[in-house]
Structure formats: structure tokens, C-alpha cells
């Protein structure tokens, strides 16, 4: 006898669709690279089109998704083709030691002359077209801002600093970590103190002008800290303000501020 089974009822499935994650702000890209770490790298005879995989691999290293960030080859600038490599006296390759991505980048970007822009979760890189390039100035005030934007200390760790101490470890730091200037004998930033405040050490506890500093100081320990935000915050905490010129960064007291005024005499 034939027996009529019924069909298995199938229940339709729903479709989850996961919500895609936004990309991270240009601001948020730009801090993600000079918070990222690299202990030690080395780019073995380094070319703008092994640029993007470099990179692109210490960021996995470094545990950074390529959703946040990750680096792409756009409209490279077309080079003869008699003349198969574009950097013909460039290094063997380039070692790097306790870098920020953006320090590493800043300094593949000058010696392989290509240039580079951030955009929400991604660097795009592109070879400069050297009948358009021009040499950046290397000096002035735009140039000391733009190393103070751009160049990062990796770790501070400050217990009762001085003013001075402060401004001497920002001079080496500044020289050391300067990827920005080719010319060695240029590296860095100078700085002056001008009409000396009192010596106090650094806290975060800092008293207003003209008030005395308290006990027990406060150490101070940072990571990833801009010579601007450093500098800013010296200034908060010693009460003192900062210029720039064409050649240093002058640091001045603050002055005291100015007493109340009296009262005016009631009338008799």
C-alpha cells in the first residue's frame, strides 16, 4: 500500500543583517596613528609599492583591525618605465625602534618622497609628481607648530620636575624623535626660558599665578602625548605661556595677577 507522507513544514528563516560599524573620524584615524606602538620594524628595500602591505602588517601585529584603520596605494604617479625603480640611492632599508605609526610613516613618506592623507579609517598614499613637488620650508613658525602637531613621546614619567627639568627633557626628546627633518644638525626644537619663575616642581595640583605651591607634589606619568599637549600642559602647571618665532619657543612666567581694587569710600 502506498503510504502518503506529508512534507516536512519548513518555517522560513529570517535574514539578521548586522548592523555595519561607522567608520572612525578623520580626528579619531589621526589619533589611532600616533598612539600605535610599534616595539621594532624593519622595511626591507622599501618602495611606495610596498608601502600599503608594510604598514598594513604592523597594524595587525599591533592588534588594529582593518576596519580602523589601513592603508591604501591611490593614483601613484607613473614613473619612466626605463627607470624601473623610483628610488634608485634610497636605503637597503629602514629600522625602527619604539615608533609611532605615524612616525614611521612620516619618515618612509620623506625618504621615498611620496606623500599621504587621512581620511575616516584609512590612509591613502600616492607618489609625488616631482614636477609639482616643491620642497617643504624647514624653518619659520609653521615648521616649529607642525613638529610640535606631529612628533609624539611614547611614555613620560615626571616625579618632582622642575620647570627646567621639563624643558631639558623636551629638547632631547624633541631631537630624538624628530623624523620630520633630514638634516641632523636641524632636528628638534629649541627652547628658551625668559625671566625665570620660582623653581617649583610639576604637578597636576599647579597653584594660580602668584600663589605658592603646595606639598606633597603629585608625579606625573603620560603615554602618547603630542610635544604641543606636553608643552600646553608644563605651562598649566608651572604657570607659565609659551610663542613661538622663527627659531625656538620662548617660555615666559605669567603675570601675577593684578590686585583688587579698593572699595570706593562711602560718602559721610
Known amino acids: 500500500p502506498q503510504t502518503n507522507n506529508p512534507s516536512p513544514s519548513t518555517t522560513p ?13 578623520v580626528e579619531a584615524t589621526k589619533k589611532l596613528l600616533r598612539e600605535t606602538i610599534i616595539a621594532a620594524a624593519t622595511f626591507d628595500a622599501p618602495s611606495l609599492e610596498k608601502t600599503p602591505a608594510f604598514l598594513n602588517d604592523l597594524l595587525t601585529k ?20 626605463d627607470d624601473p625603480d623610483p628610488n634608485p640611492f634610497g636605503p637597503s632599508e629602514l629600522a625602527f625602534q ?3 605609526i605615524a612616525a614611521i610613516l612620516q619618515l618612509t613618506e620623506s625618504v621615498l618622497h611620496f606623500h599621504s ?3 575616516k579609517g584609512v590612509v591613502f598614499l600616492a607618489q609625488t609628481n616631482p614636477e609639482q613637488s616643491t620642497e617643504p620650508e624647514q624653518s619659520g613658525m609653521a615648521y616649529i607648530q607642525h613638529k ?3 612628533i609624539v613621546i611614547p611614555v613620560i614619567d615626571f616625579e618632582n620636575a ?38 617649583r616642581p610639576i604637578s597636576p595640583d599647579a597653584d594660580p599665578p602668584g600663589a605658592p605651591s603646595h ?42 595677577p593684578p590686585p583688587p581694587k579698593p572699595a570706593p569710600l562711602s560718602p559721610e
Not at 13 to 25: D, L
Not at 175 to 196: A, H, Q, Y
Open 117 to 119: 592623507q587621512v581620511d
Open 62 to 81: 599591533a592588534g588594529v583591525g582593518k576596519h580602523d584603520l589601513h592603508f591604501v596605494l591611490r593614483d601613484p604617479f607613473s614613473h619612466d618605465p
Open 215 to 256: 606639598e606633597p607634589l603629585v608625579p606625573w606619568q603620560a603615554e602618547n602625548v603630542t610635544l604641543n599637549d606636553f608643552l600646553t600642559e608644563i605651562a598649566r602647571q608651572t604657570a607659565t605661556s609659551w610663542m613661538i618665532d622663527e627659531f625656538a619657543i620662548t617660555i615666559v612666567p605669567k603675570p601675577a
Open 148 to 150: 610640535l602637531d606631529e
Open 13 to 25: 528563516t529570517k535574514t539578521t543583517r548586522t548592523p555595519t560599524r561607522p567608520k572612525p573620524s
Open 162 to 199: 622642575t620647570l627646567e627639568d621639563a624643558i631639558d627633557f623636551l629638547r632631547q626628546r624633541s631631537r630624538e624623535l624628530d623624523r620630520l627633518t633630514p638634516d641632523f644638525e636641524k632636528k628638534g626644537i629649541n627652547f628658551v626660558i625668559r625671566n625665570r619663575p620660582p623653581q
Open 98 to 100: 619604539s615608533d609611532s
